[in-house]
């Protein structure tokens, strides 16, 4: 019932859009998952999100890496150290995820706010007319 009341919200809205941007309000929709990856390389901050996605691949091999020290030792004192270091590393590769899809959300609300000022950019110009 509800998905049906959208889809005909959609299609009026399209009716009062000219072509061209009935064609920008269709690039609006909702994308899915792999979409959202690959739309966080678009824009002004790629060249962050390049240089943090190889951050946490840095910070992945460092994290087996130690916790492939940490099982080849004995000494109490390395494997705190081991320990640690793989804990550390582990936490920064999750808090650069967090921040990857945190971007995502962003971009997504963005979409959204974009097809509402596009529809009451069409509502406004109908009520003019």
Do not use: H
Request: proline share 0%; net charge neutral; aromatic share 12%.
């Amino acid at each position: 019932m509800m998905k049906n009341n959208i889809e005909e919200i959609d299609k009026l809205i399209k009716e009062t859009l000219s072509q061209e941007e009935a064609k920008f309000y269709d690039n609006l929709d909702e994308q899915g998952v792999i979409g959202m990856i690959f739309g966080l390389f678009k824009g002004k901050n790629k060249w962050l999100l390049i240089l943090m996605n190889l951050v946490t691949v840095v910070f992945f091999i460092l994290f087996i890496y130690c916790t492939v020290q940490f099982f080849n030792t004995d000494i109490t004192n390395e494997l705190i150290k081991w320990g640690l270091g793989a804990l550390v590393f582990l936490i920064g590769v999750s808090m650069l995820k967090v921040f990857a899809w945190m971007q995502m959300d962003k971009n997504a609300i963005l979409r959204e706010m974009k097809r509402l000022e596009l529809q009451v950019s069409s509502l406004a110009g109908k009520m003019s007319d």
